[in-house]
């Protein structure tokens, strides 16, 4: 056992890039709030992290990732979105948000600052065709070397998974909007 243990130490230390990409998928609740504990794991051990949140509007709630992030010189938070736009009435605007999202998404994860970039609720923005898969799996595939990233949303494509390196499916299995016709709750949603 010591032997094998000492063995996959070994293959382990001569793995130059040990950064991941992670998807967090399905359609169960959590995967904001699983993609945010890895990122407070990555504020404790002194480096930088970023969110940039694809969806949500700075408007809409005080977001307490938002509010967190204020206290931590080690963690920026850039929320960019028009909102949860299902049934949008102005696509091209949703559109152009996406995409400035994206651009600030690329200049943060190239800036070479940050230890990991959490890329909230794109997947969204990808399945509503807000942004082009491709682009995002192209940047993935050749994303710089020491950095891990996070993808969260529903709909993760069989390319998306494929290209991910760690991916967890959340399943709905009970959900008290449709239990007991709750609204989203201040600390546990927002």
Sequence with gaps: MKDEIAAKRKVQNEVK???IIIVNTGEGKGKTTAAFGIVMRTIA???NAAIVQF???PTDY???EVKIAE???TLDIFTMGAGFTWDTNNIEQDKKLALEAWQKAVDVMVSGKYRLVML???LYAIKYKFLDENMVLNFLKSKPAGLSIILTGRYASDAMIETADLVTE???IK???KEKNLLAQKGIDW
């Design 17 to 19: 890039d040990k950064s």
């Design 45 to 47: 051990h002194g480096w």
């Design 55 to 57: 969806m949500k509007s």
């Design 62 to 64: 005080h977001y307490g």
């Design 71 to 73: 206290k931590f010189d």
């Design 120 to 122: 909230d609720e794109i």
């Design 170 to 172: 959340m399943k709905n």
């Design 175 to 177: 959900h008290p909007y």
